[in-house]
């Protein structure tokens, strides 16, 4: 299968979902306020504590991550935040078990989306193409290994998945660890890999796709695209894997995580070939209309924005007291 488009040839700015969120959170919340806190993302001291704001950390990263794991085992360092602020319950919790942080300390306000488009609804007999654009050490392999067992002729996958979504050092460094992965998607006839696109365009395309999947084998602390997927109305078939239950709540389909790739491989394949079967049924449209509303009314950066409003104007006036 000939790749659509290869990775651009441009320098690139990493625009992961942590960069994107920090974006969102600069359009959504008064530059004012935001002026008063010192906002760190994920690796603490990144950006240097400040003795004269309100010092936020914004963890995104999982616990066991080797450029934060250190600092939060050593407990000497907890104080020295006044607020952390994690993405997801699932995330806050690992970190509450993991090295005890001071809990008093401690908020949930989860990441959000804005300027999704609704899907049309799939009927009967259309072809069904199915999106992948997480990075490709998160499950892409499973997922290749699936789509080699599914035989419906309607079912195509397309596949955004780079690291060059983390800037072009990363991607230098990193992205030959992958390119047998691209290979082989690139030899399937029912893959086609397109490589990295912005977050812009997968978000002006995503009306053009009737299923997302994604077999995760690394453990998000929330998923974004998961999220995107479901606000569009888009069938999406995950796993149970870190904080993929609470993102999706009850709307996508869910297979167990597996040890096993392999069996996990030939459980996503059934599941995308029965929900193929599905997708034309009032029943499944009428959830998928609940679930697009769901993410929007709940997810939507309107909302967070203000939450992380009242959060920052609480915060403030705690410290100046």
Not at 84 to 105: A, C, G, L, M
Request: proline share 5%.
């Amino acid at each position: 299968m000939k790749i659509k488009n290869r990775d651009e040839l441009r320098p690139q700015s990493p625009r992961g979902g942590t960069e994107l969120q920090l974006e969102y959170l600069k359009r959504n919340v008064d530059f004012k306020l935001l002026e008063e806190v010192q906002i760190c993302t994920s690796v603490p001291e990144r950006v240097p504590l400040h003795k004269d704001k309100v010092n936020i950390l914004w963890q995104k990263n999982s616990w066991d991550q080797p450029n934060l794991n250190p600092w939060f085992s050593d407990k000497s360092n907890h104080n020295k935040y006044d607020w952390y602020v994690f993405n997801s319950h699932w995330n806050y919790e690992q970190f509450r078990k993991k090295f005890d942080i001071p809990t008093h300390r401690c908020v949930v306000i989860k990441n959000g989306i804005s300027g999704i488009q609704r899907a049309p609804a799939y009927k009967k007999g259309q072809a069904i193409k199915i999106i992948h654009h997480n990075t490709p050490w998160r499950g892409l392999s499973v997922l290749l290994g699936a789509m080699q067992l599914v035989k419906n002729p309607l079912i195509t996958l397309d596949v955004y998945s780079s690291t060059r979504v983390y800037g072009e050092h990363f991607f230098n460094e990193t992205d030959k660890d992958y390119e047998q992965l691209y290979l082989q998607a690139t030899k399937l006839p029912n893959v086609n890999y397109i490589g990295y696109q912005p977050n812009e365009h997968i978000k002006d395309n995503l009306e053009q796709y009737q299923m997302y999947v994604y077999p995760s084998i690394f453990e998000e602390t929330f998923c974004i695209s998961l999220l995107e997927c479901m606000a569009a109305g888009i069938f999406c078939i995950v796993n149970d894997f870190g904080a993929l239950y609470e993102t999706g709540a009850e709307f996508p389909l869910y297979v167990p995580y597996e040890n096993d790739h392999r069996v996990m491989a030939q459980k996503f394949a059934f599941a995308i070939e029965q929900a193929a079967n599905k997708l034309h049924e009032n029943e499944v449209l009428n959830h998928l209309e609940s679930q697009s509303h769901y993410a929007n009314i709940y997810y939507g950066w309107g909302k967070i924005g203000t939450t992380w409003t009242k959060f920052l104007e609480g915060a403030i006036s705690a410290k100046a007291q």
